[in-house]
């Protein structure tokens, strides 16, 4: 079966009250200890597989999840066990076989052997939800992530689907969110329990995925698929961002990068498709904004600075920059836990659209790829704020290049990328220069070796826009791959 589910974690202030309002007549409680199984160089976490046995109550249950799509749905086939008292069961695989994760278990296991790798001991607090256009369980789970001697507190709370609408499922989190402040997480319980086995707070900062569109798709589908693909790298680094104390600057940069790609599609192709709200393009924007500048400096401290340091400037570090709300207190907020609920639900969708996908894209593709060349033939002439312009439309045209890719001929869709990725990376070299440049002239007057890097920083903005002018160029000439 697929399971689709929903989870949230809880801020301290709001437990004891979420408990109350979980725990109703109706509720049940339950005592959950699980083993999770894998193989000493974890193959089944490295094909996103989770197998455990669970002891539920009295009861005993081993449960396949199998890789989902990073937001809400994976599949799931799950055993009762019968098991003499006293006696701890060892995860067999076999009782999967036949299930398509059951498969997925036997490719990724291969002659591995099975050992129990990290554990969950749980107290659950559920019960069903009925609300307009679902049947939800609702289960609060608080107690500890476990492997050897060291623990992990866990306090979440999950909405499963088990009849109706996914956009009813949405809806009804959405008023809890409300009430009681909580932030979705995407992480699953094996993901983070994997993490404690390693002792890692972290995961791998997560990067866009490509994107296999079906040759035949209408324009609303299209669009779906590509807000359902984005929000994977985003949602991804925001669930680290958002609950972890210490993150690494690679987590917010590829956080922002999928921002980016997301607010590309909703510009580029949300015109194709009448069910997209006008607003979550400004929405994207505002929370985008609040992420920026410690990202921008985090990127100049590890490009710009070495090569000032190597210049001759030994003791030049960047200007602090003014504080700014915190990525994570940002993504911490009810409006952005909405605003990742509304995209969610809308990937989800679906809608009817008989408008074809492929010629309006083309459309879509020529005129911004028209826009590129007008500015790139005249980049020399423009200001910095128009080649800032540029630098974003150059972006927007990789993106949904890459989105749209597999409906045109692979070869030409790679040398019109050739040209492409190098005329974005001068253009952010330039954009680096230029926002060093700001930041080093409000501190000129007062530290020499400021004034050293304007005028380093001179010279460098020369080469980068040459570099520039040349990239820009062999875009020009590029042949589009959708004509």
């Known amino acids: 079966m697929t399971e689709i589910e929903l989870k949230f974690q809880v801020p301290a202030a709001r437990r004891a009250a979420l408990g109350k309002a979980v725990a109703t007549a109706t509720a ?235 607010r590309t599609a909703l510009r580029e192709l949300g015109p194709l498709s009448p069910a997209l709200p006008a607003d979550w393009g400004e929405a994207l924007g505002t929370l985008f904004g609040r992420l920026g500048s410690a990202r921008d400096r985090d990127a100049l401290a590890q490009t710009l600075l070495p090569a000032l340091h190597k210049a001759g400037a030994d003791d030049l570090q960047l200007p602090v920059i003014e504080a700014e709300p915190a990525a994570r207190i940002a993504l911490r907020e009810n409006a952005t836990t909405l605003l990742w609920l509304q995209l969610v639900a809308f990937a989800a969708g679906s809608a009817v659209s008989e408008q074809a996908f492929v010629p309006a894209v083309q459309k879509r593709l020529a005129r911004l790829f028209k826009q590129v060349r007008a500015d790139a033939a005249r980049f020399d002439a423009l200001d910095d704020t128009a080649r800032h312009r540029l630098r974003k439309r150059v972006k927007r045209l990789r993106y949904l290049s890459e989105f749209v890719g597999t409906l045109f001929r692979p070869r030409r869709l790679r040398a019109f990328l050739k040209r492409l990725a190098p005329a974005q990376e001068a253009l952010g070299d330039f954009n680096d220069v230029c926002v060093a440049r700001a930041l080093f002239k409000g501190a000129a007057d007062d530290d020499p070796m400021a004034m050293f890097a304007l005028g380093w920083l001179a010279h460098e903005r020369d080469d980068a826009i040459a570099r520039c002018s040349k990239a820009l160029a062999r875009l020009r000439r590029a042949q589009p791959f959708w004509a």
């Open 28 to 262: 049940r409680r339950i005592s959950l200890r699980a083993s999770y199984f894998d193989t000493a160089d974890r193959r089944l976490g490295r094909a996103g597989l989770a197998l455990r046995v669970r002891k539920e109550g009295r009861r005993w249950v081993q449960t396949l999840k199998g890789a989902g799509d990073g937001i809400w749905q994976r599949l799931e086939h799950e055993v009762p066990l019968r098991v003499a008292p006293g006696v701890m069961p060892l995860a067999d695989p076999a009782l999967h076989d036949g299930t398509p994760a059951g498969d997925a278990l036997r490719q990724a296991l291969g002659d591995g052997e099975l050992q129990a790798i990290y554990g969950t001991e749980v107290t659950r607090t559920q019960r069903l939800l009925r609300a307009p256009g679902c049947v939800v369980e609702l289960a609060l789970d608080q107690g500890a992530l476990t492997a050897g001697e060291r623990r992990w507190p866990l306090c979440e709370l999950e909405f499963e689907l088990k009849a109706g609408d996914a956009a009813a499922l949405v809806a009804l989190a959405a008023r809890w969110v409300q009430r009681f402040g909580l932030t979705l997480d995407v992480r699953t319980k094996a993901e983070r329990g994997d993490r404690l086995a390693r002792d890692q707070r972290l995961g791998a900062p997560v990067k866009a995925q490509p994107l296999a569109l079906p040759a035949d798709v209408d324009c609303d589908s299209a669009l779906r698929r590509v807000v359902g693909n984005c929000l994977q790298q985003v949602l991804a680094n925001a669930s680290d961002l958002t609950h972890e104390a210490d993150t690494e600057p690679e987590h917010l940069h590829q956080l922002r990068v999928g921002l980016r790609r997301l």
